[in-house]
DNA sequence: TGAACATATGAATAGATGTTCATTTGTTAA
DNA sequence: TTAACAAATGAACATCTATTCATATGTTCA
Protein backbone atom coordinates (compact mmCIF):
# COMPACT_ATOMS: atom_id res chain seq x y z
CA UNK A 1 0.00 0.00 0.00
CA UNK A 2 1.17 3.16 0.72
CA UNK A 3 4.47 3.88 -0.34
CA UNK A 4 7.14 6.09 1.24
CA UNK A 5 7.38 8.26 -1.38
CA UNK A 6 5.84 12.11 -1.51
CA UNK A 7 3.37 11.76 -4.49
CA UNK A 8 0.52 11.53 -2.50
CA UNK A 9 1.25 13.89 0.04
CA UNK A 10 1.57 16.84 -3.17
CA UNK A 11 -2.15 17.03 -4.84
CA UNK A 12 -1.07 19.98 -7.43
CA UNK A 13 1.67 21.28 -8.94
CA UNK A 14 0.63 24.65 -8.07
CA UNK A 15 1.60 24.10 -4.61
CA UNK A 16 5.04 23.20 -5.74
CA UNK A 17 5.24 26.54 -6.59
CA UNK A 18 3.57 28.08 -3.01
CA UNK A 19 6.30 25.66 -1.50
CA UNK A 20 9.37 27.08 -3.03
CA UNK A 21 8.22 30.13 -2.06
CA UNK A 22 8.04 29.31 1.41
CA UNK A 23 11.56 27.92 0.92
CA UNK A 24 12.72 30.65 -0.61
CA UNK A 25 12.07 32.49 3.18
CA UNK A 26 14.25 30.27 4.91
CA UNK A 27 16.64 30.52 2.31
CA UNK A 28 18.46 33.51 3.72
CA UNK A 29 20.41 34.04 6.33
CA UNK A 30 19.43 37.12 7.67
CA UNK A 31 15.88 35.31 8.31
CA UNK A 32 17.32 32.30 9.48
CA UNK A 33 19.26 34.18 12.24
CA UNK A 34 16.27 36.27 12.87
CA UNK A 35 14.26 33.04 13.55
CA UNK A 36 17.13 31.71 15.39
CA UNK A 37 17.29 34.77 17.96
CA UNK A 38 13.85 34.60 18.47
CA UNK A 39 13.77 31.09 19.33
CA UNK A 40 14.80 32.01 22.73
CA UNK A 41 11.78 34.07 23.04
CA UNK A 42 10.26 37.03 21.50
CA UNK A 43 12.13 40.27 20.88
CA UNK A 44 11.79 43.75 20.11
CA UNK A 45 12.71 44.89 16.31
CA UNK A 46 16.06 46.94 17.64
CA UNK A 47 16.81 44.54 20.21
CA UNK A 48 16.83 41.98 17.19
CA UNK A 49 18.99 44.25 14.99
CA UNK A 50 21.59 44.76 17.91
CA UNK A 51 21.78 40.95 18.43
CA UNK A 52 22.71 40.44 15.00
CA UNK A 53 24.81 43.88 14.76
CA UNK A 54 22.58 44.64 11.50
CA UNK A 55 20.34 47.93 10.66
CA UNK A 56 16.83 48.59 12.38
CA UNK A 57 16.01 49.18 8.54
CA UNK A 58 17.17 45.93 7.65
CA UNK A 59 15.63 43.83 10.12
CA UNK A 60 12.12 45.74 9.41
CA UNK A 61 12.29 44.70 5.68
CA UNK A 62 13.41 41.29 6.71
CA UNK A 63 10.67 40.50 9.58
CA UNK A 64 7.77 42.32 6.81
CA UNK A 65 8.63 39.13 4.70
CA UNK A 66 8.56 36.72 7.90
CA UNK A 67 5.39 38.00 8.47
CA UNK A 68 3.78 37.90 5.42
CA UNK A 69 4.82 34.14 5.53
CA UNK A 70 2.92 33.87 8.91
CA UNK A 71 6.44 32.96 10.64
CA UNK A 72 6.36 35.07 12.90
CA UNK A 73 3.66 37.05 15.38
CA UNK A 74 3.84 40.74 16.14
CA UNK A 75 2.22 42.31 19.65
CA UNK A 76 2.88 45.91 20.17
CA UNK A 77 3.68 46.81 23.69
CA UNK A 78 3.81 50.72 23.66
CA UNK A 79 6.43 52.19 21.47
CA UNK A 80 7.74 48.48 20.79
CA UNK A 81 6.99 45.59 18.48
CA UNK A 82 7.50 42.03 19.90
CA UNK A 83 8.47 39.48 17.41
CA UNK A 84 8.04 36.00 17.95
CA UNK A 85 7.90 32.56 16.21
CA UNK A 86 4.59 31.46 15.08
CA UNK A 87 4.24 28.17 14.79
CA UNK A 88 6.10 24.68 15.74
CA UNK A 89 6.55 24.53 11.80
CA UNK A 90 9.21 26.95 11.97
CA UNK A 91 11.39 25.10 14.02
CA UNK A 92 10.85 21.73 12.65
CA UNK A 93 11.63 22.85 9.47
CA UNK A 94 14.85 23.95 10.20
CA UNK A 95 15.47 21.04 12.33
CA UNK A 96 14.96 18.80 8.98
CA UNK A 97 17.34 21.41 7.17
CA UNK A 98 20.02 21.01 10.04
CA UNK A 99 20.02 17.35 10.23
CA UNK A 100 21.31 17.58 6.61
CA UNK A 101 23.67 19.82 6.48
CA UNK A 102 24.99 18.62 9.83
CA UNK A 103 25.57 14.72 8.72
CA UNK B 1 16.24 21.10 31.48
CA UNK B 2 15.77 20.67 28.04
CA UNK B 3 13.49 23.49 26.74
CA UNK B 4 11.70 22.69 22.95
CA UNK B 5 13.99 25.49 21.67
CA UNK B 6 16.28 25.18 18.88
CA UNK B 7 18.71 27.01 20.43
CA UNK B 8 20.61 23.53 21.79
CA UNK B 9 20.47 22.36 17.92
CA UNK B 10 22.17 24.89 16.76
CA UNK B 11 26.30 25.14 17.57
CA UNK B 12 27.28 27.98 15.70
CA UNK B 13 26.31 30.68 14.06
CA UNK B 14 28.26 29.44 11.25
CA UNK B 15 26.07 26.70 10.65
CA UNK B 16 23.32 28.85 9.81
CA UNK B 17 24.79 29.98 6.61
CA UNK B 18 25.30 26.59 5.41
CA UNK B 19 21.81 26.10 6.58
CA UNK B 20 20.19 29.31 4.46
CA UNK B 21 22.34 27.90 1.41
CA UNK B 22 21.09 24.44 1.95
CA UNK B 23 17.38 26.12 1.95
CA UNK B 24 17.99 28.15 -1.01
CA UNK B 25 18.44 25.03 -3.18
CA UNK B 26 14.43 24.17 -2.30
CA UNK B 27 13.64 27.73 -2.49
CA UNK B 28 13.19 27.54 -6.76
CA UNK B 29 10.85 25.90 -8.10
CA UNK B 30 12.47 24.14 -11.03
CA UNK B 31 14.74 22.17 -8.30
CA UNK B 32 11.50 21.68 -6.40
CA UNK B 33 9.79 20.12 -9.41
CA UNK B 34 12.83 17.55 -10.05
CA UNK B 35 12.61 16.33 -6.87
CA UNK B 36 8.94 16.05 -7.21
CA UNK B 37 9.13 14.06 -10.31
CA UNK B 38 12.25 12.08 -8.78
CA UNK B 39 9.90 10.84 -6.20
CA UNK B 40 8.92 8.34 -8.30
CA UNK B 41 12.29 7.16 -8.97
CA UNK B 42 14.89 7.47 -10.88
CA UNK B 43 15.02 9.54 -14.31
CA UNK B 44 17.09 10.45 -17.23
CA UNK B 45 17.83 14.47 -18.14
CA UNK B 46 15.30 14.17 -20.74
CA UNK B 47 12.89 12.09 -19.54
CA UNK B 48 13.11 14.88 -16.20
CA UNK B 49 13.15 17.64 -19.24
CA UNK B 50 10.48 16.17 -20.67
CA UNK B 51 8.20 15.51 -17.81
CA UNK B 52 8.43 18.87 -16.87
CA UNK B 53 8.48 20.77 -20.20
CA UNK B 54 12.08 22.37 -20.09
CA UNK B 55 15.06 22.39 -22.04
CA UNK B 56 17.42 20.27 -21.30
CA UNK B 57 19.86 22.35 -20.63
CA UNK B 58 17.92 24.25 -17.53
CA UNK B 59 17.65 20.90 -16.17
CA UNK B 60 21.21 19.88 -16.54
CA UNK B 61 22.47 23.05 -14.81
CA UNK B 62 19.94 22.66 -11.63
CA UNK B 63 20.64 19.09 -11.16
CA UNK B 64 24.22 20.17 -11.15
CA UNK B 65 22.97 22.24 -7.84
CA UNK B 66 20.97 19.36 -6.85
CA UNK B 67 24.13 16.79 -6.93
CA UNK B 68 26.42 19.44 -5.04
CA UNK B 69 24.00 19.60 -2.43
CA UNK B 70 23.87 15.48 -1.88
CA UNK B 71 19.73 16.22 -2.67
CA UNK B 72 20.51 13.80 -5.76
CA UNK B 73 22.44 10.85 -7.17
CA UNK B 74 23.77 10.20 -9.95
CA UNK B 75 24.17 6.52 -11.97
CA UNK B 76 25.18 6.48 -15.34
CA UNK B 77 23.76 3.76 -18.19
CA UNK B 78 24.93 3.98 -21.79
CA UNK B 79 24.48 7.03 -23.26
CA UNK B 80 22.48 8.20 -20.40
CA UNK B 81 22.41 9.41 -16.75
CA UNK B 82 19.88 8.45 -14.03
CA UNK B 83 18.99 10.53 -11.27
CA UNK B 84 17.37 10.05 -8.01
CA UNK B 85 16.95 11.27 -4.58
CA UNK B 86 19.32 10.93 -2.36
CA UNK B 87 18.08 10.63 1.00
CA UNK B 88 15.33 10.24 3.34
CA UNK B 89 16.08 13.99 4.48
CA UNK B 90 14.74 15.44 1.05
CA UNK B 91 11.18 14.35 1.61
CA UNK B 92 11.44 15.08 4.86
CA UNK B 93 11.90 18.46 4.26
CA UNK B 94 9.59 18.88 1.45
CA UNK B 95 6.66 17.33 3.93
CA UNK B 96 7.67 19.89 6.58
CA UNK B 97 6.96 22.28 3.91
CA UNK B 98 3.91 21.24 2.69
CA UNK B 99 2.39 21.23 6.22
CA UNK B 100 3.21 24.87 6.92
CA UNK B 101 1.91 25.59 2.94
CA UNK B 102 -1.12 23.59 3.23
CA UNK B 103 -2.49 24.60 6.89
C1' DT C 1 0.98 69.90 21.75
C1' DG C 2 5.57 68.71 20.78
C1' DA C 3 9.92 66.28 21.51
C1' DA C 4 11.93 61.79 21.62
C1' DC C 5 11.84 57.27 20.50
C1' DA C 6 10.56 52.72 17.89
C1' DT C 7 9.15 50.85 13.78
C1' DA C 8 7.73 50.79 8.96
C1' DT C 9 8.19 52.14 4.30
C1' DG C 10 9.89 53.71 -0.36
C1' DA C 11 13.37 54.42 -3.71
C1' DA C 12 17.86 53.32 -5.33
C1' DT C 13 21.67 50.31 -5.90
C1' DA C 14 24.57 46.35 -6.08
C1' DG C 15 24.92 41.56 -6.20
C1' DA C 16 22.98 37.03 -6.95
C1' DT C 17 20.53 33.71 -9.74
C1' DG C 18 17.73 31.17 -13.44
C1' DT C 19 17.25 30.52 -18.23
C1' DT C 20 18.76 30.32 -22.93
C1' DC C 21 21.87 29.59 -26.79
C1' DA C 22 25.87 27.63 -28.51
C1' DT C 23 29.29 24.44 -27.84
C1' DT C 24 31.90 20.63 -25.77
C1' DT C 25 32.40 16.21 -23.66
C1' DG C 26 31.35 11.54 -23.46
C1' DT C 27 29.11 7.17 -25.01
C1' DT C 28 27.27 3.84 -28.31
C1' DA C 29 26.88 1.33 -32.47
C1' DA C 30 27.46 1.06 -37.29
C1' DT D 1 36.70 5.98 -36.83
C1' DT D 2 32.75 8.41 -37.36
C1' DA D 3 27.82 9.60 -37.00
C1' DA D 4 24.22 10.14 -33.74
C1' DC D 5 22.70 10.84 -29.39
C1' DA D 6 22.77 12.36 -24.19
C1' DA D 7 24.49 15.29 -20.91
C1' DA D 8 27.41 19.03 -19.20
C1' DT D 9 29.34 23.50 -19.52
C1' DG D 10 30.24 28.54 -20.38
C1' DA D 11 28.87 33.07 -21.54
C1' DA D 12 25.29 36.43 -21.82
C1' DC D 13 21.15 38.36 -20.35
C1' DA D 14 17.17 39.50 -17.74
C1' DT D 15 15.07 39.23 -13.42
C1' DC D 16 14.91 39.15 -8.63
C1' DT D 17 16.33 40.39 -4.03
C1' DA D 18 18.86 42.17 0.13
C1' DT D 19 20.68 46.20 1.94
C1' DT D 20 21.12 51.09 2.69
C1' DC D 21 19.66 55.84 3.17
C1' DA D 22 16.16 58.98 3.91
C1' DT D 23 11.75 59.67 5.49
C1' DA D 24 7.08 58.72 7.27
C1' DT D 25 4.07 56.69 10.71
C1' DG D 26 2.85 55.80 15.26
C1' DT D 27 3.41 55.91 20.38
C1' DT D 28 4.70 57.84 24.89
C1' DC D 29 5.51 61.26 28.19
C1' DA D 30 6.70 65.80 29.67
Redesign the pocket.
Known amino acids: METNNITNDIPDIEVLFDLA?LF??F?????LRIMYILSSGEL????I?EGLG????????????L?QNKLVR?R????????SLDDDHVQKIIEMGLEHVLE
Chains 1, 2 share one sequence.
Open positions: DKVGDSTRSVLAAMEQSTISHQLRVRVRDGKQMYY
